[in-house]
């Protein structure tokens, strides 16, 4: 190992509020694991609510925010040798455990998943875990039987993290991609990603009927609430919702109408306990035919220092794409 004291990007609680930047630390500070170099880490949406006094999602305090990352194994440990390129995500990192917002880390050996050959890290980062929940949601709907031939697939939250991967994946498998969102700045961003059209979230953000006429093959629901609701009543007969996010709220005001009438099936995706195998399997397809166009442009690079204002902008709603964290800068 190079060195015992490593920089740090740390959020604390105190009384009502979490204060938040990079301080130094020593290794002995962390878990027991498998020592790992980090050199890539990502942003996401959970993060944001790990680092804000309202989140409730932090078990720990203080803690190393961060709930994936990608490096290079320190010592051999556990099984795993030194030298080793991995990646770690969900489980308990950033949450209950020091995660990837950091120069060092420690990962119990059966929580990571070793690069898949066609990845560099930093492009393991920019998929990260929206993009490997994405690729989850995929590949759901692709055991349901959905095919480019059934019709178009609707994405909704299209320009944050999931929704943005997603788009890509389904338009390289050879999908006709709807893309939801509210910012019509995206709109060219989300095109070029390869969406075929633009929904905009007010024509799903309303209360609806139980149905509406079908539009869509089956969809990828990154929000939840009233528009996972208003998704479930246009799906077609036999078609199928891959759901991961509730960023528009955690109920669900519909019926059992798209259920019945139509055989409609609701997908849960989750990738914070998705078993390591299947982990694996999913993270060696997004190393080859699920590996998402132009990952070299997408992303942008930010270091430590910068990650307080991001997390800002997410919880504002003021994020597109990916944020990809190089720990070293």
């Given at each position: 190992?190079r060195?015992?004291?490593?920089?740090?990007?740390?959020?604390v609680?105190?009384?009502?509020?979490?204060?938040?930047?990079v301080?130094?630390?020593?290794?002995?500070?962390?878990?027991?694991?498998?020592?790992?170099?980090?050199?890539?880490?990502?942003?996401?949406?959970k993060?944001?609510?790990?680092?804000?006094?309202?989140?409730?999602?932090?078990r720990?305090?203080?803690?190393?925010?961060?709930?994936?990352?990608?490096?290079?194994?320190?010592?051999?440990?556990?099984?795993?040798?030194?030298?080793?390129?991995?990646?770690a995500h969900?489980?308990?990192?950033?949450?209950?455990?020091?995660?990837?917002?950091?120069?060092?880390?420690?990962?119990?050996?059966?929580?990571?998943?070793?690069?898949?050959?066609?990845?560099?890290l930093?492009?393991?980062?920019?998929?990260?875990?929206?993009?490997?929940?994405?690729?989850?949601?995929?590949?759901?709907?692709?055991e349901?039987?959905l095919?480019?031939?059934?019709?178009?697939?609707?994405?909704?939250?299209a320009?944050?993290?999931?929704?943005?991967?997603?788009?890509?994946?389904?338009?390289?498998?050879?999908?006709?991609?709807?893309?939801?969102?509210?910012?019509p700045?995206?709109?060219?961003?989300?095109?070029?990603?390869g969406?075929?059209?633009?929904?905009?979230?007010?024509?799903?953000g309303?209360?609806?009927?139980?149905?509406e006429?079908?539009?869509?093959?089956?969809?990828?629901?990154?929000?939840?609430?009233?528009?996972?609701?208003?998704?479930?009543s246009?799906?077609?007969?036999?078609?199928?919702?891959?759901?991961?996010?509730?960023?528009?709220?955690?109920?669900?005001?519909?019926?059992?109408?798209?259920?019945?009438?139509?055989?409609?099936?609701?997908?849960?995706?989750?990738?914070?306990?998705?078993?390591?195998?299947?982990?694996?399997?999913?993270?060696?397809?997004?190393?080859?035919?699920?590996?998402?166009?132009?990952?070299?442009?997408?992303g942008?690079?930010?270091?430590?220092?910068?990650?307080?204002?991001v997390?800002?902008?997410?919880t504002a709603?003021?994020?597109?794409?990916?944020?990809?964290?190089?720990?070293?800068?």
């Amino acid at each position: 190992m190079r060195t015992s004291t490593f920089r740090a990007f740390m959020a604390v609680t105190v009384g009502d509020a979490i204060q938040r930047g990079v301080v130094t630390l020593d290794v002995s500070e962390l878990p027991d694991g498998v020592p790992i170099e980090v050199r890539w880490s990502s942003v996401n949406y959970k993060d944001a609510l790990a680092s804000t006094p309202t989140g409730k999602v932090a078990r720990i305090s203080p803690i190393v925010p961060g709930i994936d990352m990608a490096g290079i194994v320190a010592d051999d440990a556990d099984g795993v040798a030194s030298g080793t390129e991995v990646i770690a995500h969900g489980y308990e990192l950033g949450v209950s455990r020091h995660g990837g917002f950091a120069e060092m880390a420690k990962v119990p050996a059966d929580w990571l998943v070793p690069l898949p050959a066609g990845l560099t890290l930093r492009e393991a980062m920019v998929i990260g875990t929206a993009g490997f929940t994405a690729a989850l949601s995929v590949v759901a709907l692709e055991e349901h039987g959905l095919s480019p031939e059934d019709g178009p697939v609707l994405v909704t939250g299209a320009s944050g993290g999931v929704g943005s991967v997603a788009v890509n994946l389904l338009s390289r498998l050879g999908f006709q991609v709807a893309a939801s969102t509210g910012k019509p700045e995206a709109s060219d961003y989300l095109k070029a990603l390869g969406a075929h059209t633009i929904v905009e979230r007010e024509a799903l953000g309303q209360p609806g009927r139980p149905l509406e006429s079908p539009s869509w093959a089956g969809a990828i629901d990154c929000v939840g609430g009233i528009t996972l609701a208003n998704v479930l009543s246009r799906i077609s007969y036999g078609g199928a919702v891959a759901a991961s996010g509730l960023t528009g709220g955690a109920q669900l005001p519909t019926t059992v109408m798209p259920f019945i009438l139509r055989g409609v099936s609701l997908l849960g995706v989750d990738s914070v306990q998705t078993p390591i195998e299947r982990r694996r399997a999913v993270w060696a397809r997004l190393g080859g035919d699920l590996k998402p166009a132009g990952l070299d442009e997408i992303g942008r690079e930010i270091g430590l220092e910068d990650i307080s204002g991001v997390l800002d902008a997410i919880t504002a709603g003021a994020v597109t794409g990916r944020n990809v964290v190089d720990v070293l800068r």
